[in-house]
């Protein structure tokens, strides 16, 4: 994220889509107050007791990627501030496993669902080796609980199957892995290379509906994905990424399985029209049209519970009853 003139940690893409609503002026304060270079307490608690970590990374053609690394409890640490340590890599199939190496860019995401809290880093690796990698501190920021499924991990004795390569038109295990998600996470980027400026990097985050929220259509030999955007915090952190740098990297978990799905796609947003009503309560639109992606089986040692649907989507059946809810 490039830092605008007047010092707020925001890139020029950022700006562009809050100054759309005439909140720019504000939210450049509020973001001075939230957005840190370093870790407050409550976030070294959260990523230190957390079993899973989300990460997002930059390949050498500018690609973003999206995965989900795994450990014990304890495995990722925070030694001090600044500093972000985590005892995991990427398994060798995983397009993200290349990505980790010194100065590299990355996203990272601790989420806890089933007390919805989470809280996101962005930074730098310093050091990557074959024990796992540790992160200095570039931005460092909290998010609301909303759109969070609240759901308990369990882990299992894994049986991972070799990874298959998925094209632009999804096999259909991937189809159906992606209609019927009610999660998926999604890595952006400020540009194809990132520099040193602080509001520069990469970024991971959630989205959330209830299931059949993400619609599948295909055109011309490849599918493209639409997906809604709620409002949230309005600082566009993924959206003013892509609105720099249209592609992104779309992880889907099968919760049940272990399996996951990674997605690379050039995207671009829908901010009015018709198509909207088709996402009651969607503020605008992201379409992401696949070019490729991995589809790796039991990749994940764990298992979680039947969902709590985040009490945002029980509220929205309530406003729009009578009209179908496709969230």
């Known amino acids: 994220m490039n830092a605008a003139p007047d010092d707020a940690p925001f890139h020029a893409g950022e700006v562009a889509?809050?100054?759309?609503?005439?909140?720019?002026?504000?939210?450049?304060?509020?973001?001075?107050?939230?957005?840190?270079?370093?870790?407050?307490?409550?976030?070294?608690?959260?990523?230190?007791?957390?079993p899973t970590l989300l990460v997002g990374a930059l390949d050498d053609d500018g690609q973003p990627w999206a995965t989900m690394l795994h450990g014990a409890t304890g495995f990722v640490r925070?030694?001090?501030?600044?500093?972000?340590?985590?005892?995991?890599?990427?398994?060798?199939?995983?397009?993200?496993?290349?990505?980790?190496?010194?100065?590299?860019?990355?996203?990272?995401?601790?989420?806890?669902p089933h007390t919805r809290r989470r809280n996101r880093m962005n930074g730098r690796v310093l050091v990557a080796d074959d024990r796992g990698f540790s992160v200095e501190v570039t931005q460092s920021f909290g998010n609301c609980p909303?759109?969070?499924?609240?759901?308990?991990?369990e882990r299992v004795e894994r049986h991972a199957a070799p990874a298959?390569?998925?094209?632009?038109?999804?096999?259909?295990?991937?189809?159906?892995?992606?209609t019927r998600a009610d999660t998926l996470f999604i890595a952006s980027a400020s540009g194809a290379r990132i520099g040193p400026a602080r509001a520069e990097g990469v970024d991971v985050s959630h989205r959330g509906g209830l299931?059949?929220?993400?619609?599948?259509?295909?055109?011309?030999?490849?599918?493209?994905?639409?997906?809604?955007?709620?409002?949230?915090n309005f600082l566009f952190n993924t959206l003013g990424n892509l609105q720099q740098w249209p592609r992104a990297g779309l992880l889907f978990i099968d919760?049940?399985?272990?399996?996951?799905?990674?997605?690379?796609?050039?995207?671009?947003?829908?901010?009015?029209?018709?198509?909207?009503?088709?996402w009651p309560g969607a503020q605008r639109l992201l379409h992401a049209r696949v070019q490729r992606g991995v589809w790796r089986a039991g990749a994940l040692p764990l298992r979680w519970t039947a969902p709590a649907f985040a009490p945002q989507f029980e509220a929205m059946a309530r406003e729009f009853s009578g009209k179908p809810v496709q969230v």
């Not at 909303?146 to 991990?153: C, F, G, V």
């Not at 298959?164 to 992606?178: F, I, K, Q």
């Not at 919760?255 to 799905?261: A, K, R, T, V, Y």
């Open 146 to 153: 909303k759109y969070i499924q609240a759901r308990e991990p």
């Open 211 to 232: 299931p059949g929220f993400v619609q599948i259509e295909d055109h011309d030999g490849a599918c493209t994905l639409t997906l809604p955007d709620y409002s949230g």
């Open 17 to 50: 889509l809050q100054a759309r609503l005439g909140m720019h002026e504000r939210l450049a304060q509020v973001g001075r107050n939230i957005i840190r270079d370093h870790m407050p307490e409550q976030h070294r608690e959260l990523f230190e007791k957390l």
């Open 255 to 278: 919760h049940h399985s272990g399996d996951l799905l990674q997605i690379a796609v050039e995207t671009r947003i829908t901010h009015e029209g018709p198509a909207l009503a088709r």
């Open 164 to 178: 298959l390569t998925e094209g632009p038109s999804l096999s259909a295990a991937a189809r159906a892995l992606v």
């Open 78 to 112: 925070t030694p001090d501030a600044g500093t972000m340590t985590i005892a995991a890599l990427p398994a060798a199939a995983d397009p993200v496993a290349a990505l980790i190496r010194s100065g590299a860019a990355v996203g990272l995401l601790g989420l806890e």
